[in-house]
């Protein structure tokens, strides 16, 4: 008994430690809530797209999004879209790191006349390895923790 006790308190201890790396949807129609202002990520030189969710608006929604290099060319592309992911509000974006221990940043803003729910996308390109790191600010509002 004790056993099992010690076992189910220790994977539940294992799986809040590694949500986070589990918390990145790939799915377009299912996206992960942001539940803090900034999201972090690593590039792998994958191809692979993420997808997440937050209320954007009224206002002025900005996002920053920061890469740094730890081999080579590295970056990832991102666009902003309605919560159906059909239309685009921010396009064709990307940071870019140019070699192995530089960084990137862009940085972009859009007004919103009404509140909405706003889908994320980020590609990360498919060479170089390194990290990214989103932050959202202005009019937006975060899901809770453990909402999905």
Do not use: W
Not at 95 to 103: K, N, P, W, Y
Request: with cysteine; hydrophobic share 35%; glycine share 10%.
């Amino acid at each position: 008994m004790k056993k099992s006790l010690l076992l189910a308190v220790s994977l539940l201890v294992l799986f809040a430690a590694t949500g986070s790396a589990f918390a990145q949807s790939t799915n377009r129609d299912h996206p992960t809530p942001f539940t803090s202002d900034e999201i972090k990520g690593e590039l792998k030189g994958e191809e692979i797209e993420y997808f997440y969710s937050f209320t954007a608006g009224p206002g002025e929604v900005t996002l920053t999004v920061d890469v740094k290099s730890s081999d080579g060319t590295t970056g990832t592309a991102f666009e902003l879209l309605d919560s159906d992911a059909n239309k685009v509000l921010i396009c064709c974006e990307y940071a870019q790191a140019d070699s192995t221990g530089t960084s990137g940043r862009d940085v972009k803003s859009i007004k919103l006349g009404k509140g909405q729910t706003v889908i994320l996308h980020l590609t990360p390109f498919k060479y170089g390895t390194g990290t990214y790191r989103v932050r959202i600010s202005g009019a937006v509002a975060l899901a809770e923790h453990g909402q999905r």
